[in-house]
């Protein structure tokens, strides 16, 4: 199990995104998340509850502009600023705010960095949340198959989850969003074969995101048995999605 401080934790060497500076908009002492993945480096949710309380706003934009003073005293400039942490980012309330101050923050600290999220996608059909999401240099979010009953089995939602209303508020980010997909093995799931594949391609090219990221196991995982794509597995799954005419980039 992996927990971050909060609200600013790293800078962290991102497989994906360089130099990272992340945001932990929920508790420090536990996971928040409407998502339950097997897979998840910040264990699963019953074994993480949180007491402490969420950070204001006030407080993220106080902390990161520290931070960033301290880097750049140091001679670091982080690549970009991510939106992290112990669960899922958007359920903060007042998560549009924070946007927005993060962003003021950043153009006057360290105008460089991009700013990231990685997210569940269980709000996006949220207008507010949405409109906060398109905001962002990167809004990179999750869509690891199309099929419900993996989807059951793996991510494992918190509440009503209804994969095609979250393929729509995708498809409503026109463009702008980024896909990330998960690719594994193990304890009797796959969705590296053609019954998840297919589907998932078709709601990909529907969506029509700005880019895709896959990418496997990187970490222990709190359940046993799951096993990483190979190289070979993942490059094929990248070259049928660059097929569509998005760009893919992979992560071994």
């Excluded at 982080?78 to 923050?105: C, M, Q, W, Y």
């Excluded at 995708?170 to 998960?182: D, E, N």
């Excluded at 297919?198 to 048995?225: F, H, N």
Aim: glycine share 8%; hydrophobic share 40%.
């Amino acid at each position: 199990m992996i927990l971050y401080d909060s609200p600013i934790f790293g800078p962290v060497h991102s497989r994906r995104l360089g130099i990272s500076l992340g945001i932990n908009l929920l508790p420090k002492d536990g996971k928040w998340c409407s998502f339950d993945c097997i897979y998840c480096e910040c264990g699963l949710n019953k074994d993480s509850k949180a007491t402490a309380a969420l950070p204001t706003k006030d407080a993220v934009g106080e902390k990161l502009r520290e931070k960033l003073d301290a880097l750049k005293n140091e001679g670091i400039i982080p690549d970009v600023l991510t939106f992290a942490g112990n669960g899922e980012p958007t359920l903060h309330p007042d998560f549009p705010e924070i946007v927005k101050e993060v962003i003021s923050v950043r153009d006057a600290c360290c105008a460089s960095a991009k700013i990231s999220i990685l997210s569940n996608s269980t709000r996006v059909t949220d207008a507010k949340v949405r409109e906060a999401l398109l905001l962002l240099d990167n809004p990179i979010m999750k869509l690891d198959t199309v099929d419900a009953s993996y989807i059951e089995s793996v991510d494992r939602p918190v509440g009503q989850y209804d994969v095609r209303k979250i393929i729509e508020g995708l498809k409503a980010m026109q463009g702008k969003c980024i896909i990330q997909t998960m690719f594994m093995k193990g304890k009797g799931v796959n969705d590296l074969t053609e019954e998840y594949l297919q589907p998932y391609l078709a709601c990909i090219e529907e969506i029509k995101p700005r880019s895709v990221m896959i990418y496997t196991i990187d970490r222990a995982t709190p359940v046993e048995g799951l096993e990483k794509a190979s190289h070979g597995e993942l490059d094929a799954v990248a070259g049928r999605i660059r097929a569509l005419g998005i760009e893919c980039s992979v992560s071994y």
